[in-house]
Each structure stands twice: as C-alpha cells, then as structure tokens.
C-alpha cells in the first residue's frame, strides 16, 4: 500500500492545525510624543534681538610719549584697578632730561642771588653817591631777568618731572582689558593706542535694529535682557541711545540697551538676548519643529481624545527665535505634537507626554 499520499495528507493536517492555533502578533506600542496643550503658552507677540554686552565707558590707553614698551603686565581680560600699573615704557632718557631740567634751576637760582646781591650793592653805592643812577637801573633789570629766568627753569623742570612719569601707563577706572594691541618690546608714538580698557560699573547690549522696525523703537523704551549663557536670568533694559545713521555695511542702525542691575551673568563680549514687547493681542506660538509642510501647506498634528493623530492645516505669521506665530487653525484646549512631527503618520496612538515634564526633554533629546 503507498502511504506517501496518506502523510502528505497528515502532513497538511498538521499545519492546519498549527496554523489555527498560532496566536495573533501583539498590537504595536503606542510611541511617546510631547505634546502642548493649546493656550497655556499663548502669548503676546515678542521681537527678539541677538546682542553683544559691551561696557557703556570703553576707552583706549596710551602714553603721552614716545619710547620702547619695556613692560606690560596688563593681560587681555584682567580685571584691574584705578592706579594699577598697565604698561612702561624706558625711562632712560626722561629720567635723564628731568634731572637736566633740575640743574637748569639749581643754576638760575644761582644766578638770581649773584644779581639780587649785585642790586642790593650797587644800591648802596647809589645812596653814596659813588655810581650814577643808571647803573642801579642795569642791575635791576639784571634782577628781574634772572628771576624770570628762575621762573623758566623751574616750569621746564616740572614739565620734566610730569614727562617722567608718563613713562607709566595706569588704569584711570576700575575696569576689563578688552585689547591689547602692543606688546613688550614695541616702540610706540605718543597716543598711540596700548591698551583698551571696559569701565566695570555699567553694562549694556548692543544690537542692530532694521530701518523697517527703527520706528517703533524709541529711547526710554523698556525691554528684558537674557543671557544666553544662562536663559534662567532676565534683566530689565532700557533703550538709551539710537543711532542717527545707518551702518554703511548692514545698512542696520546700532541700539544701545541700559541693564542698570547687570551682573556677572552678562560677562563682557558674550551674547545677550533683546526682547521688544509689542502691544498686539496674544499669539499662539508653536516650536519650529511641530509644523510639517505638506504640498506647500503648513500643518501639525493633532492629538484627539483617544490620543489618535490627525494632521490639521494651519496659517503661520512672523517665524521668530523660539518658533512660528500661529494665526488661525487652532483653538484653546487643542493638543498638538511639538517635538518629532516629521516622523508620525495620520492615524498613529501615541502616548502623550506634557511639555513640562523631565521626561519630555529627555524625548527632545
């Protein structure tokens, strides 16, 4: 008897019945999204500014006089003191003219005594009748010369004096070194520039404003002022001073912010956050990355109440540094992915995760 077709047959049975038995492959898990309820984060309508902190006094220092730079113990960033010695120059040869000056008076006091005793003798002699009148009147006049004379070197000797100690530059305000254009062993003119020198007492930002947005800024304007080194801090500003022209090369016009209660966290040189409230209604404004552009319309996803996605279409005003102004498309309440839109798919579950929490930013990352 063949039993070949009998176990072909047992064969298929067997997988029918495995078949049948085989249990249905679990659901996929639902993937973790952070998502941002409409309307808690309505706000008005911000113009930010990227700015440098500059020090409202910045000056350059330099020597009165010419010579060979010997010595500059000032270090580009250290902080120093009013008096603090900057940089020196050789002091050789005003040192040697200031001793010259002094000779010069030593002499003409010399010179004073001989003629105030040749005066005073012939004077004499004058009541005496032994020399004419004229000769009392040339030795007068020799008096008087050799006080002026006095007079001369003893201003000389003191220009001498001031000119030695020129030889030291010294910080005139407590202060930063921002520019230390000369080094040791550098022979410098008289005003030419050595060392730049920040004023410590009174920080600002400077920014650049376009000529299309100059007119709603004005002097006494309040802003807040952000770190970007630390977001955390806010500052009050005040517009000080606005440019009357335009920079040639940006064609931009240079904005002065006043943070009068400026501390450490606004470090010369580093970068500063303007932000310019306008008095316009509340905007909804959404990261960059919740909006996918789909056929040339901007769209986001919306998470429905049985956190299922649907894509909805939405208008974008002004993109701004902290994301895009939603004009119409969303209401309060409306749930909305803000991190990872590219990567879902109409009809995905998602396990949503407020924005707030640790968690969401360890999905941002």
């Given at each position: ?95 040697a003219n200031a001793e010259a000056a002094k000779a010069q008076v030593v002499a ?136 009357s022209a335009a920079d040639v090369a ?116």
């Amino acid at each position: 008897m063949n039993i070949r077709p009998l176990l072909a047959l047992a064969c298929a049975a067997g997988l029918a019945l495995a078949g049948c038995s085989r249990e249905a492959p679990p659901p996929a898990e639902a993937r973790t999204a952070v998502v941002r309820t409409v309307g808690s984060t309505e706000a008005q309508q911000l113009t930010v500014y990227a700015g440098e902190v500059r020090a409202r006094h910045e000056s350059d220092l330099a020597f009165r006089i010419a010579g060979k730079v010997i010595e500059r113990p000032a270090a580009l960033g250290a902080k120093v003191k009013k008096g603090e010695l900057l940089a020196r120059i050789d002091p050789q040869d005003v040192e040697a003219n200031a001793e010259a000056a002094k000779a010069q008076v030593v002499a003409a006091s010399s010179d004073l005594a001989l003629a105030k005793a040749e005066f005073d003798r012939s004077k004499a002699l004058a009541e005496q009748q032994f020399v004419s009148g004229s000769v009392v009147d040339q030795r007068r006049a020799a008096l008087l010369a050799a006080q002026a004379r006095l007079q001369q070197a003893r201003s000389q000797s003191e220009i001498a004096s001031n000119q030695a100690s020129y030889a030291r530059l010294v910080a005139d305000r407590d202060g930063t070194v921002t520019a230390t254009p000369v080094d040791a062993g550098q022979v410098v003119a008289a005003g030419q520039a050595v060392v730049r020198l920040a004023a410590s007492n009174e920080r600002e930002v400077q920014i650049f404003i376009p000529e299309k947005r100059l007119a709603g800024t004005a002097v006494g304007a309040a802003v807040l002022v952000s770190p970007w080194a630390d977001k955390g801090k806010v500052f009050d500003g005040v517009v000080r001073e606005v440019a009357s022209a335009a920079d040639v090369a940006t064609r931009t016009y240079a904005v002065r912010i006043a943070v009068p209660k400026a501390d450490e966290a606004l470090s010369l040189g580093s970068t500063a956050a303007v932000v310019f409230p306008s008095a316009g209604k509340p905007a909804i404004v959404l990261p960059h990355g919740a909006i996918v552009q789909n056929e040339g319309q901007a769209k986001v996803w919306v998470v429905g109440s049985d956190n299922t996605l649907s894509a909805r279409a939405v208008k974008l005003g002004a993109y701004r540094e902290d994301g895009a102004l939603i004009e119409s498309g969303l209401a309060n309440g409306d749930r909305v992915i803000v991190a990872g839109a590219h990567r879902l798919a109409a009809g995905d579950k998602i396990k949503p995760v407020a924005e707030p929490t640790p968690v969401a930013l360890d999905i941002k990352r």
